[in-house]
């Protein structure tokens, strides 16, 4: 579920793989809540946004970052959730 908070990082011109037109794509982060392994997360999120299709869309390097992100968010809940019940 994405909440409507986008900050903006960056804007280049690029062939935009959702309209395959050329113009500015803007690469914006955003909070997320993702469900994973059972527990809700809320992670920032990194996407690009094209302007002309009112869509988000990721590349592969974002994906394997907002994957690793995911990760280490849960790992990070699992471990203070032990630490909390020692």
Do not use: W
Request: proline content about 1%.
């Amino acid at each position: 579920m994405k909440v409507l908070t986008d900050k903006i990082i960056k804007t280049e011109v690029m062939l935009c793989p959702c309209c395959m037109e050329t113009h500015e794509v803007q690469t914006v982060e955003y909070m997320d809540k993702t469900v994973y392994n059972g527990v809700e997360l809320g992670t920032d999120t990194i996407s690009c946004y094209c302007s002309l299709a009112d869509t988000y869309f990721e590349v592969d390097e974002i994906i394997s970052r907002n994957y690793r992100v995911l990760v280490e968010t849960y790992q990070k809940l699992m471990e203070n959730k032990n630490e909390a019940g020692n």
